[in-house]
Every structure is written in structure tokens, then in C-alpha cells.
């Protein structure tokens, strides 16, 4: 079964600390890897995508993301976080039925204590 | 651009009601999305559409919920009659080719 998943519900780190947001998947065939931010009463923001190429894949705000085929892990990174990167992250995955829908993961929130 | 724009922003109607969400695409963009976000589901995708046509609806809960594109720049997503389960955050979101870009969604509270 083709799937995304988020195993953490929330990560609390420390302003200036590095900070991790987990995401694994499981899709048949070369997966396209996003991730999105949410922050309160705003829709989802992009952030990243892999699609091919390069396994480390940098995006807005300082994110960054690598991918492991190997874990099948695209896990969100930035090496100093900010008091503003709190918010909510999904991780998605498209090729679920075809190439054009989008499956998300069930979001991870991120705190970022000063 | 505006990015993609949905109306109303907040809905609160009795149940029954029927309701009528709206959005307006980012010009250009081939394929639109309708999501509902709620605490116990998360982001749900219920239907999305390319150059106007419904592709894939077998997320739309049940037969109460509708949604048509008549054209290019205008989608709408209807729920007849309404219930308090339907409350949630509905997004439209629409596309190019791989990311989505999202609207500010529509909160829907049905009483």
C-alpha cells in the first residue's frame, strides 16, 4: 500500500538549535516528495520538492529536506531554528492512483522555545 | 497574482442549510483540488479536476457533497443538506505542474 507518514506528532526544540521533522513513505515507483507549512488560520505554504536529482533538496525559509531511498525518509531539516518556524508541517507524497493527486501526511507541529 | 482565492472565509450555518463554497484559481493552472482539514482526519482530499473535469472524486464523503468547474477560473463545492460533521477547513488548491499552491480556506460550522 502506497502511503506517507509522520511519526512524530510534535517536536519541541530550542531557538538557534537544529531541528528535525520526520517523514517516511511508501510508494511504488520514484516517488515525488513535498513539504508544506501551515500557520494558524492560513492554508498550507510549499516549502520543497525532490522529484529527481540531487538527494539534498533546499527550499524557503532555510529548510532543507534530504532524501533517503534506501530509509525511504524525506526528512525536513534546518540548522539553526527560529522562534518563527513554529508551526505545522506535512510531508506528501504524489503517485498514489496516478500522477496527479496528492497524498499528505498527518502534520507534525513544531515548537520553537526562545 | 493573488494566489488562489476562496469565499467566503468563514461560514456558519444550521444544519440542514445548504452551502455553497467557492474558489478562483491561480490563472493558469491546469488542475484544481478541494481538501477538508479536520483534528480527527487531518487533510483530506475529496475531488480534483483538470481543464475543468472531475478526475477523481472518491473522496467526497457522501452524495450530499457536490462540486462542479464550470470554467477554467471558477470552481464550487456544495453541501446539501449540511451537518454538524461537515464542519471543518475546506482548501482549494490548484496547480501547474507539481506543487499545489493553496488558498486561505473556508471555515465551515454547521450548528
Known amino acids: 500500500a502506497q502511503s506517507v507518514a509522520q511519526p512524530e506528532d510534535q517536536v519541541n526544540v530550542a531557538e538557534g538549535n537544529p ?3 520526520k517523514c517516511t513513505y511508501s510508494v511504488s515507483g520514484n516517488p515525488y516528495l513535498f513539504w508544506y507549512v501551515q500557520y494558524p488560520n492560513r492554508g498550507l505554504q510549499f516549502l520543497l520538492k525532490y522529484i529527481t536529482g540531487d538527494n539534498l533538496v533546499k527550499g524557503s525559509y532555510g529548510f532543507e529536506a534530504e532524501f533517503n531511498k534506501s530509509q525511504t525518509s524525506f526528512h525536513l531539516k534546518k540548522p539553526s531554528a527560529l522562534v518563527s518556524d513554529s508551526a505545522l508541517y506535512f510531508c506528501a507524497v504524489r503517485g ?4 496527479n493527486d496528492m497524498r499528505f ?7 520553537v522555545k526562545p | 497574482d493573488a494566489g488562489v482565492i476562496q469565499s467566503p472565509r468563514h461560514e456558519v450555518t444550521e444544519m440542514g442549510q445548504e452551502v455553497t463554497l467557492r474558489c478562483k484559481p491561480i490563472s493558469g493552472h491546469d488542475y484544481l483540488f478541494w481538501y477538508r482539514q479536520t ?20 473522496g467526497m464523503p457522501e452524495d450530499r457533497f457536490s462540486a462542479k468547474m464550470p470554467n477554467a477560473s471558477f470552481s464550487t463545492l456544495k453541501i446539501q443538506p449540511s451537518e454538524p460533521r461537515d464542519s471543518a477547513v475546506y482548501f482549494c488548491a490548484s496547480s501547474r505542474s507539481n506543487e499545489q499552491f493553496f488558498g486561505p480556506g473556508t471555515r465551515l460550522t454547521v450548528l
Open chain 2, 39 to 58: 483534528m480527527m482526519r487531518g487533510l483530506e482530499l475529496l475531488i480534483y479536476f483538470n481543464n475543468n473535469v472531475p478526475i477523481d472524486d472518491s
Open chain 1, 105 to 111: 501526511g498527518a502534520g507534525t507541529r513544531l515548537t
Open chain 1, 19 to 21: 531541528l528535525t521533522v
Open chain 1, 96 to 99: 498514489f492512483k496516478n500522477n
